[in-house]
Nanobody, 125 residues
């Protein structure tokens, strides 16, 4: 059983930056992906980015491509999401998750079975 704890959410101004952390307790395999998702009221979980444990290959959603970066520190068992040039529409609860990697749709929430509790990011205009 993998347990995840996110941290780093905060209130920032438009154009600001944040780095979210995801501490991972438990074993993950090379076939797992670590994903970041976000949710706003009334909107389903939306995949932002994911990283493959095997080789750190990364994927990004169009809304964040070029502004966000996902990476991990394998030794510290921590995943990160660096967010730059934040916009009000980035306001959401952000979740990290671990699941099996599916190349055809790597950021489909359905593939992820371990989730953190979420951390709030609010971007003021």
């Amino acid at each position: 059983q993998v347990q995840l704890v996110e941290s780093g959410g905060d209130l920032v101004q438009t154009g600001g930056s944040l780095t979210l952390s995801c501490t991972i307790a438990g074993l993950i395999s090379d076939d797992n992906a670590i994903g970041w998702f976000r949710q706003t009221p009334g909107v389903a979980d939306h995949g932002i980015s994911c990283i493959l444990a095997r080789d750190s290959s990364t994927w990004y959603g169009d809304a964040v491509k070029g502004r966000f970066a996902i990476f991990r520190n394998k030794a510290r068992k921590t995943g990160y999401l660096r967010m730059d040039d934040l916009k009000p529409e980035d306001t959401a609860v952000y979740y990290c998750a671990v699941g099996r990697f599916v190349k055809a749709s790597p950021m489909q929430p359905l593939w992820y079975d371990s989730w953190g509790q979420g951390t709030q990011v609010t971007v003021s205009s």
